[in-house]
């Protein structure tokens, strides 16, 4: 889509930080971290949001959850990690193509509900 931040992240007409890309999937380190490791996992497909799902794009967005580990594996992020996907202006979505946040390291994040208490 071409008034889409992340399609011309994906084409190459705005730098990003890549840590992982393939056919499907590109993952990027995200602007402005809200933990010590947040990271972008996104479709090269453009989806809007979860509630643009449909027949044509839903395996696509599937396919995001076996690769959410693998990027946080790929960030050493070996005790776990916290996949956030806002979706929708009530959901806090700023950017309109489908993105999970993988942020590591949490308790040290600063996101709206950060930090966590350790209890
Ligand atoms: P959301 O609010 O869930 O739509 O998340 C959008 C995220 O994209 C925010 O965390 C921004 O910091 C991030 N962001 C915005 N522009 C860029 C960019 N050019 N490169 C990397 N991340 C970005
Ligand atoms: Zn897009």
Not at 44 to 50: E, Q, R, W, Y
Not at 69 to 93: C, H, S
Request: some cysteine; hydrophobic content about 40%; proline content about 5%.
């Amino acid at each position: 889509m071409s008034d889409c931040l992340f399609c011309k992240i994906i084409a190459g007409d705005i730098p990003s930080k890549k840590v992982y890309e393939d056919d499907e999937y590109l993952a990027f380190w995200d602007i402005a971290p809200k933990a010590p490791v947040h990271i972008l996992l996104i479709p090269k497909k453009h989806v809007t949001s979860l509630y643009h799902l449909d027949d044509s794009n839903v395996s696509v967005v599937q396919g995001m959850m076996s690769k959410a580990p693998e990027i946080a594996k790929l960030m050493e992020l070996n005790d776990g990690f916290r996949a956030v996907v806002n979706t929708g202006d009530g959901g806090g979505q700023e950017v309109g193509h489908i993105h999970f946040h993988i942020l590591g390291d949490v308790r040290k994040a600063t996101w709206s509900g950060f930090p966590l208490q350790d209890n």
